[in-house]
């Protein structure tokens, strides 16, 4: 029988040498650094997306119109362009 209490979740070990390292997914440098690259250019792409479709959306209703919602379009400007940015980085790193 287990000896946890119900709802305790189970603990890794972490190993004694570092080097052993069968058990961390991303600790193998070559496979984990395209893993996690990929993994960054989904979610950054993913992102990209969701702030045009709010773009789009603030047009579509007309708030792009007037000051009362400039600081947010600027922000959402700004954002896109990191986003972006990030994106071409991580994929120039991955060898794209």
Do not use: F, H, W
């Amino acid at each position: 029988m287990d000896s946890r209490r119900a709802g305790t979740p189970r603990r890794i070990p972490r190993p004694v040498n570092p080097r052993e390292n069968a058990i961390y997914p991303y600790t193998l440098v070559m496979v984990e650094e395209d893993t996690v690259l990929e993994e960054a250019m989904d979610n950054l792409k993913g992102a990209g997306q969701r702030i045009r479709a709010t773009q789009s959306l603030m047009r579509s209703q007309g708030m792009t119109d007037g000051d009362d919602y400039r600081d947010l379009l600027t922000r959402l400007s700004t954002a896109l362009a990191m986003t972006e940015a990030a994106y071409l980085e991580a994929r120039c790193r991955r060898g794209l």
